[in-house]
């Protein structure tokens, strides 16, 4: 516990405490705890003994007030006391509840700057002036609390008629929730790769053949007659396309394992013992 003490509730929602010196303080975290956004019935201060009144002189009705507020919230036992005690010495404890993860750090930077108390450099001062930790404060005996109050303090009351002692127990109940422990994408992108083939290319050529001849026309000649020759040229060149085909194909696919995880914990539950001195034989 050091300027804080911060539980954290079902459903990812916490609650602050943070403990002040005097009520100015107190009230103006108070008052910018509401200015962001908190609700005003989510925000409670509770006020400890007044000012130069005697722990002692207080009133019970008074002191059991705060002790039972501080035997409704939870934290550990230690912190109980030191909040108890801070109370008896007429401190304010502010209690901030339901905040949202968003909500939980504004809530911090807000107690903080309005002069939050350092509850552990505070409790280690009381134990040098001589005041016993492991034992409550002295408004919570003057109030009926040897012990702080939860729901498990081990009490030694008598009991008056139809008064009655609850058995109170405890459940373990195991649940399943979902973490995330990574994420696989798969993400396709075009790539240009420069590739080079080789191929044969044939080329023809059309050339003239001149040649000097001296001889007679011939009877199979057509002499003076009209005539025409022609050859086309041809040559290669190359041709290129491309085929898209699929090569392999990508998925994703969930493979589900079940474990079985032992939780290990601890039930609580009320024991009641009964001593019964009455005489046997007047029965």
Do not use: C
């Not at 109170?168 to 990574?182: A, F, N, P, T, Y």
């Not at 995880?261 to 539950?269: F, M, Q």
């Amino acid at each position: 516990m050091s300027d804080f003490s911060t539980t954290t509730t079902e459903g990812a929602a916490a609650t602050l405490t943070a403990f002040f010196d005097n009520r100015t303080d107190a009230e103006r975290a108070i008052e910018r705890l509401h200015g962001s956004g908190v609700s005003e019935h989510n925000v409670r201060m509770t006020e400890g003994a007044q000012e130069g009144a005697s722990v002692a002189s207080a009133p019970a009705s008074k002191d059991k007030g705060f002790f039972e507020a501080l035997g409704a919230m939870f934290f550990p036992d230690e912190d109980r006391t030191t909040y108890a005690e801070g109370l008896s010495r007429g401190g304010y404890l502010v209690t901030v509840s339901g905040l949202s993860a968003d909500q939980h750090e504004t809530a911090l930077d807000i107690l903080n700057d309005e002069g939050t108390v350092d509850l552990d450099a505070r409790a280690a001062t009381w134990r040098a002036e001589g005041w016993d930790s492991s034992r409550p404060a002295a408004g919570a005996m003057a109030a009926g609390f040897g012990e702080a109050t939860t729901g498990f303090a081990e009490r030694d009351q008598t009991l008056g008629e139809g008064e009655t002692i609850s058995v109170v127990e405890e459940k373990l109940r195991v649940g399943k929730r979902d973490i995330s422990h990574g994420r696989v994408r798969v993400r396709s992108y075009v790539r240009e790769e420069p590739v080079s083939a080789d191929v044969d290319l044939r080329e023809e050529r059309v050339e003239i053949e001149r040649r000097l001849v001296d001889r007679a026309v011939a009877a199979g000649d057509d002499a003076f007659t009209e005539r025409s020759i022609e050859a086309e040229e041809f040559r290669e060149e190359a041709a290129v396309s491309k085929e898209a085909r699929v090569v392999e194909e990508i998925g994703l696919r969930r493979d589900t394992e079940t474990r079985r995880e032992t939780v290990t914990d601890t039930e609580r539950r009320t024991e009641v013992e009964i001593e019964d001195d009455r005489d046997v034989n007047r029965r």
